[in-house]
């Protein structure tokens, strides 16, 4: 299979089942331009969409659609809204008709071209769309590449929160193109990199180490350390999905911070107020003083985690990133009560023995919860 130069090759291994479902995350330079190549590689199907948004269209999807006709591929540009608010029933119903007006069969496939919100929706859109068609995502920012794009998790919001209809649906191929990187601002770059951050504080506290002392190379995006990390993250996350595809069991870590996350994201109404890395920093933050407050690691750990994620400029309390309006805590608990994780009415939290020591925690007392809610809204 054609790969540019400078790209690596990483594999999700799905491989247990009748049909093999394994596929590749390229990750490095030119990527946009080797598209059509690298994707006529792995189609047999000649049409496509490409679903995209605001700000990412007008920069690469006539590139995408050109790499696409050049491997022979007949493609038509899908673009949404920019942000959260677009992963939404009326969205979704619009983007059906869409691409059934444009004729797609089952053999079609769709491009994801943006960030987690089209990465989201343009995956869940695949998994319905005529009972399922093939999709591939392309990640244009940090969080995406290292995160929304590998796994196969799809889904749009309600007003009960985030994320809480959607399918399982894994992509056929992930092009992660490094040199889009260089377009975001500053805080979209730390907006990912708190989920890069949050692989070290799961399961790989070298790397949480390798990160404190290069997480400004990082962000620079100095070639060398930038493919690093993404690489790293994304192996992280492939080793869990071919363990635990359907978050039965140990996928669940990748939620760490998420749950307390989530429910800042959804009192703020996605209107990008607070980005989603934003909230996750803050998340395991909160994850980590849960931890502390129940004796089970010690107070150098989240001087740690707060001390590395505030000197790059992420947020650590809830103020930081909801200013002086602060939701009640009922509301946040009621947030919290709704998480997918959520069994049985009873609170599943991923917390931490430690920097690199996370784990599942089941039937969290809620009472204990609301204690740290306390503590960090005071």
């Not at 107070?299 to 790059?312: C, D, K, Q, T, Y």
């Not at 039937?363 to 204690?371: E, G, R, T, Y």
Request: net charge negative; aromatic share 4%; charged share 20%.
């Amino acid at each position: 299979m054609p790969t540019v130069s400078g790209v690596q090759r990483l594999s999700v291994d799905l491989g247990g089942s009748a049909v093999d479902r394994s596929y590749d995350i390229l990750i490095g330079p030119g990527l946009i331009a080797a598209a059509g190549a690298e994707i006529a590689a792995r189609f047999s199907g000649k049409r496509a969409v490409v679903l995209t948004d605001t700000h990412v269209g007008p920069l690469y999807a006539d590139a995408v659609q050109a790499s696409l006709k050049a491997a022979g591929i007949s493609s038509e540009i899908l673009t949404i809204p920019a942000g959260e608010g677009s992963k939404s029933f009326d969205q979704l119903g619009d983007l059906l008709n869409r691409c059934l007006d444009a004729g797609l069969d089952r053999k079609s496939f769709l491009v994801a071209l943006g960030g987690g919100v089209v990465g989201d929706l343009g995956g869940f859109l695949a998994a319905i769309l005529l009972r399922g068609i093939d999709y591939v995502q392309v990640p244009t920012t940090l969080l995406s590449q290292v995160d929304s794009s590998v796994g196969g998790k799809t889904a749009i919001n309600t007003r009960h929160g985030k994320n809480l209809v959607g399918a399982f649906h894994q992509p056929r191929l992930v092009l992660a193109d490094t040199d889009v990187l260089a377009t975001l601002p500053r805080r979209e770059l730390l907006s990912g990199y708190a989920e890069v951050a949050k692989y070290g504080l799961i399961d790989q506290p070298d790397f949480w180490t390798w990160l404190e002392g290069n997480a400004e190379r990082v962000l620079s995006l100095d070639p060398a350390a930038l493919a690093e990390a993404v690489r790293i993250s994304c192996e992280a996350k492939a080793a869990v999905v071919a363990k635990d595809e359907r978050e039965g069991g140990a996928r669940a870590l990748l939620n760490l911070g998420h749950t307390f996350g989530h429910a800042l994201e959804a009192e703020a109404g996605y209107d990008g107020q607070v980005l989603h890395g934003e909230a996750v920093a803050v998340g395991m933050s909160l994850a980590f003083r849960h931890s502390v407050r129940l004796g089970l690691c010690d107070a150098e750990a989240i001087g740690r985690v707060e001390a590395h994620l505030s000197s790059v400029g992420l947020p650590v309390a809830p103020r930081q990133v909801m200013g002086q309006t602060l939701p009640t805590i009922d509301r946040l608990m009621a947030r919290m009560a709704s998480d997918k994780k959520t069994e049985g009415g009873k609170l599943t939290l991923i917390l931490a023995r430690g920097i690199g020591q996370s784990f599942i925690a089941k039937d969290v007392d809620s009472a204990a919860v609301v204690k740290t809610w306390e503590e960090a809204l005071a």
